[in-house]
C-alpha cells in the first residue's frame, strides 16, 4: 500500500487516523518488505502483530508464515477488514486492548512463546514494553517498530545519557539488536519524528532476578535509582518513598563493591541484582 492508497481506503471507508490512538500507517512497502526480511520469519511461525492497522504489513506477513493472530483495538478498522474480507484465511482478528490482552493465555493457546511483530503507537511505547518484561517468560521474540529515541534506550549501555529503567531491566533478560532505521516520510500521517526496528530475544526462563523473594523488587529500585538521575544512587533510594535509610543503603552499596558517590546511570543489571539482594529483607512488598 502507497500514501496514495492508504488515503483512499481512509476516505471511503470514512476513517481517519485517530490521534488518542496514535494511529501513524505505514505507506511504503520496500520498508515492510524489509522489516519481515530482517524478522527472520519461517513458514511454520504463528506470529502475534500488534496494531493490524489497514493490513499493510498483516498480508505480506500472513504470505510468509502459517498463522498471523492480529490484535486491533480500533473498531472501525475491525468493521473494515470484515466488510471487505481482504485479509487470508490465515489471519485471525482479535478486537482487543494491547495492554490488557492476556498474552500469558495466548501463548498457551498456541502452544509455544510467543513471536510478536508491531508498529507500536508512540503513545503506548513505553507501557507495552513494561508489559512485554512482565510476560517474558510467555515471549520468544519481538520485532517492534517504536520511536527513534525510545529503541536507542532499550540498547542503550551504562553511561551513556540515553540509558534508562528500560535499559537495565531489558539487559537482564534479552539481547536487543537495531535491525532498521525508519524515516516519518514512511508513515501517513507523517510524525515528527523517526522511527526505528529493532528485534527483541528473551531468553528463555529462568532469568537470574527470579531468585529474588520479590519479583518486582528489581523494577522498583530500577526506577527508584533513576528516579532522580543527577542524585548519587543513595540519595536517589532514600528521597524515592521506598523508606530505605540512607546508613542502610550505604551499607549495602558498599557490600555490592559499589562507590558510594556511584549514579544509577553506571550500574549495569548485575549491579542492581546484587544491591536488590542485599536490600531485599528491608523492602516491603507492595499491596
Known sequence: MNRAHIKKILAESELAPKKKLGQNFL?????????????????????????????????????????????EVDRGIIRYHQEEQDLPGNVQLIHQDLLTHDFPELAATL?????????????????????LLEIREHVDWAVLMLQKEVGQRLAARSGTKEYGILSVLFQGCSTIDNLLAVPASKFHPRPKVDSLVIKIDMRPPPYPDEVLPDPQLLTRLV?????????????????????????????????????????????????????????????????
Not at 522489516?35 to 500472513?62: H, M, N, R, W
Request: with cysteine; proline share 5%.
Open 27 to 71: 505507506v511504503c512497502q520496500e520498508t515492510v518488505a524489509r522489516i519481515i526480511e530482517l524478522a527472520q520469519v519461517k513458514a511454520t511461525d504463528q506470529v502475534v502483530e500488534l496494531g493490524v492497522g489497514l493490513g499493510s504489513l498483516t498480508l505480506p506477513l500472513a504470505r510468509q508464515v502459517d498463522k498471523v493472530i492480529g490484535l
Open 111 to 131: 502452544g509455544q512463546r510467543l513471536k510478536i511483530i508491531a508498529n507500536l503507537p508512540y503513545s503506548i511505547s513505553n507501557p507495552l514494553l513494561f508489559k
Open 223 to 287: 526506577k527508584a535509582g533513576f528516579g532522580k538521575r543527577r542524585k548519587t544512587l543513595v540519595n536517589a533510594l532514600t528521597s524515592s518513598g521506598l523508606g530505605l535509610e540512607k546508613s542502610l543503603v550505604q551499607q549495602a552499596i558498599g557490600a555490592c563493591g559499589l562507590d558510594p558517590r556511584i549514579r544509577a546511570e553506571a550500574l549495569e543489571y548485575g549491579d542492581f541484582l546484587r544491591l536488590s539482594q542485599q536490600l531485599a529483607s528491608h523492602l516491603p512488598t507492595p499491596s
